[in-house]
Every structure is written in structure tokens, then in C-alpha cells.
């Protein structure tokens, strides 16, 4: 059946709050827990991470204290569930591995955006996109093999493949053809703005978490390498949130996000593989649902529109978690080559994106390049993981 979040009944606000020991909950076993169970972690804490800021800077520009009462009411139940979920994640992994299961997340999660996606620009952003996070797995790979000496089929097993994407170099673009059409408020589909948000907010967590953890390597490839991605990083937010009609209200933009952390819970519930988590997943449903309804009443009285005026009328089909190799590899074999002018794609190299190239390679190799010579140096072979044979745009296993 069908479910609608606005018929359902979530727990009263009042009772969301829960006692540290309660979010202090037992994290996953990083050796034998499910990849995908690892990677909804990291897309909720995303999602609960921009539900904290989009909630900061919406009370930075509101006026009515008591709106702005409720506002940190809520949100401080966001915190409370970023925490739960973040927490999942067990202290025994390394930086690099967390970083190779965010870069597992951006493949998996844009691929299958990308299938699920009805606009066809807002597809080709996602199928644009997910060519480089998935070349920034094969570089962490190699760094992985490197300097920690173990291979990234221990973090992302079989499930998706590691090669060579677009080459990461070539992610340096000049900021203004970043820079997307957005959708039109008025004329998409629910499902769209849903999809916008969610890759918006998981390249945003990307972002804050290389600008953070980036420094706390030693070895001189690693921080370069987490600065030359972190850099790319920022402008994927910029590509993804650019999708997003500017025109919404703030009330609308609310209740989009809450909309869509329902979507994600649901979905995660409905997927989930290790009982424990699925757990936190329905709680965290029945909480959103709450928020879901407060959000509907200040869109109501504040925009004054009826939140069916935008919102889908069920949700759509869950968030899945699943190997997408095939789509990939078709995209590997088509699109490798393309970089962005002004809002569109193109195949060529053109003056504004070699001038980035030279002002910020200064005329030297890139780290994400000699990440691999590194690696291959000292192992004798880079590392890859082709599980449905040779690459498909030809670049051979060195
Ligand atoms: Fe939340
Ligand atoms: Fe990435
Ligand atoms: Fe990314
Ligand atoms: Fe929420």
C-alpha cells in the first residue's frame, strides 16, 4: 500500500528527546557488517547534517521568535539524530576507509538517482557527476594500497567496481560552468526535488568531511589528495544545489527537507539488512513524520498554499541501495570525456577549462595522479577491481 507521510501519525515533539545513553548506540561491525547498511549511514547522516544548517540559516532570517522557538525545538531533535546515526559508524575504521565507503555512497547513490531521475537535463547532471566520485574511489583505492597496505574490496566488496572514471585532474572546471539551469518550481515532478536534495546534501557532507579529516594524515600524498578532491567536493555542491529552483519559499524549501528525510527513513527501513539499524530508521521515521506536519503547518499559514499543491501523493519507490556496474559502465564508455560550458556539456577542452587546469596544477603532475605511479611503484601494479571485465573505455590495467 502506499504510504503518505502527511496521513500518518509520528511521535509528539515532545517526546523525541532522548538521554545520551541512548545515542550512544553499538556502531556496525566494520568487518562484517553489509556495505550498503554502511552507506545508508553515511547518506542519513548527510541528510541529518543539512536538516541542522538548512534549519540554522532559515532561523537566521526569520523574524517571529516563536517561529523561532519551534525551529530549535526541532532542530535540536536533528542533532540528537545525526549523533544517533553518525554513531553507527564503528571507531575502528581509518579515515581512508570512511572516505572509500563516501565515495562508495556517491556512485551508488548518484547511479541509481540517476535511473530513478524522469527530467532528462537533471539525469544527464547526475550521469555527469558520478563519473568523478567514481574515479575518486579508484585514487583513494590506490592511497589505500599505499600507505595502509590493504585492498578497497575489503570496504566495498564486490558490489561496485573500482577503475579509472573521468580523471580527476580534469574536475578542476572554472566555477561559472558549475553553475546548472535549475528545475522549474511549478512544472516538476515531486520526485525530482526529492532527488536534487538528497545528492545535494550527500556531496555537501563529502565536502565538510575532506575539509576536516584531510589534515590528519601525515604522508604528503594523502593531505594532497584530500585537497584536490575536497576541491572537487565543493564544486559538486555547487553543480547539485544549483539544480534547485531558488524561487521556493523558505517554508517550501522546509518542507521539502522534511518531506524528503521521511522519504529516506522510509526507504532505509524498507531496505535495511541488519535489524539493529532498521530499528533506528523507523524511529527516526515516526520523528520525521512529526516534523513533517509542524513544516506543513508553517508552509500552510506562511506560503499559503496546501502542501499537496507540491508534494507527491505517496512516496515514490524506496531509496535503493544496489550494485549499479552495468549503468556505469555505459556511462564510462560514453561520457568519460565530457567536461561542462556554462550550463551544458561538451566533449572539448576548451579556454576557460585548460586556464583552471594551469592555474591550479601550476604546470605539475596532479596528486590524484601520482597516487597511482605512487602506488604502482611501490606494489608493483596499481589497484583495481573489475569484477565484469577489462574497462570500458579501453584504459588498460598497468
Ligand atoms: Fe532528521
Ligand atoms: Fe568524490
Ligand atoms: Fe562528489
Ligand atoms: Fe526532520
Keep these: 500500500m502506499a504510504f503518505d507521510p502527511l496521513q500518518e501519525r509520528g511521535v509528539p515533539l515532545d517526546e523525541q528527546v532522548r538521554d545520551w545513553r541512548e545515542l550512544d548506540v553499538t556502531p556496525i561491525d566494520a568487518d562484517r557488517c553489509d556495505p550498503y547498511t554502511r552507506c545508508r549511514i553515511i547518506t542519513m547522516n548527510g541528510i541529518e547534517v543539512?536538516?541542522?544548517?538548512?534549519?540554522?540559516?532559515?532561523?537566521?532570517?526569520?523574524?517571529?521568535?516563536?517561529?523561532?522557538?519551534?525551529?530549535?525545538?526541532?532542530?535540536?531533535?536533528?542533532?540528537?539524530?545525526?549523533?544517533?546515526?553518525?554513531?553507527?559508524?564503528?571507531?575502528?575504521?581509518?579515515?581512508?576507509?570512511t572516505t572509500i565507503a563516501y565515495e562508495q555512497v556517491a556512485v551508488d547513490l548518484t547511479a541509481w538517482v540517476a535511473r530513478m531521475e524522469p527530467d532528462a537535463y537533471l539525469r544527464q547532471a547526475y550521469e555527469f557527476g558520478?563519473?568523478?566520485?567514481?574515479?575518486?574511489?579508484?585514487?583513494?583505492?590506490?592511497?589505500?594500497e599505499m600507505i595502509e597496505h590493504r585492498k578497497a574490496e575489503k570496504i566495498v566488496d564486490q558490489l561496485t567496481e573500482v577503475m579509472p572514471g573521468r580523471p580527476t585532474y580534469l574536475h578542476h572546471r572554472d566555477p561559472v560552468d558549475n553553475v546548472r539551469e535549475p528545475y522549474d518550481r511549478r512544472r516538476t515532478e515531486p520526485l525530482s526535488r526529492l532527488h536534487a536534495l538528497t545528492v545535494m546534501s550527500a556531496e555537501q557532507q563529502t565536502m565538510n568531511f575532506y575539509m576536516n579529516v584531510g589534515p590528519m594524515y601525515m604522508e604528503p600524498i594523502a593531505r594532497q589528495l584530500y585537497q584536490e578532491i575536497g576541491l572537487v567536493e565543493e564544486e559538486h555542491v555547487t553543480h547539485y544545489e544549483s539544480l534547485v529552483d531558488p524561487g521556493e519559499s523558505w517554508w517550501e524549501m522546509l518542507l521539502n527537507h522534511e518531506y524528503n528525510e521521511c522519504y529516506l527513513y522510509y526507504s532505509f527501513m524498507e531496505t535495511e539488512s541488519d535489524p539493529k539499524v532498521k530499528n533506528i530508521w523507523e524511529l527516526h521515521l515516526n520523528m520525521e513524520l512529526e516534523h513533517l506536519r509542524l513544516a506543513a503547518e508553517l508552509f500552510k499559514r506562511h506560503d499559503g498554499r496546501d502542501p499537496d499543491q507540491v508534494l507527491a501523493p505517496a512516496l515514490p519507490p524506496p531509496v535503493t541501495f544496489e550494485p549499479n556496474k552495468q549503468y556505469v559502465r555505459d556511462l564510462l564508455a560514453t561520457r568519460i570525456d565530457h567536461t561542462t560550458l556554462g550550463t551544458g556539456y561538451v566533449q572539448e577542452a576548451h579556454e576557460r577549462f585548460e586556464k583552471m587546469q594551469e592555474a591550479i596544477m601550476g604546470g605539475e603532475k596532479a596528486p590524484s595522479e601520482r597516487v597511482v605511479d605512487d602506488n604502482r611503484a611501490i606494489t608493483g601494479m596499481e589497484y583495481r577491481l573489475e569484477t565484469e571485465g577489462p574497462h570500458p573505455a579501453g584504459l588498460r590495467l598497468r
Excluded at 54 to 81: G, P, T, Y
Design 50 to 97: 543539512e536538516a541542522i544548517m538548512f534549519s540554522h540559516h532559515l532561523a537566521r532570517h526569520c523574524q517571529d521568535q516563536e517561529i523561532r522557538r519551534q525551529l530549535a525545538r526541532v532542530r535540536s531533535i536533528e542533532a540528537q539524530q545525526q549523533k544517533a546515526v553518525n554513531w553507527l559508524l564503528p571507531g575502528s575504521a581509518s579515515v581512508l576507509e
Design 130 to 144: 558520478v563519473l568523478e566520485d567514481f574515479d575518486h574511489l579508484y585514487r583513494y583505492a590506490n592511497l589505500y
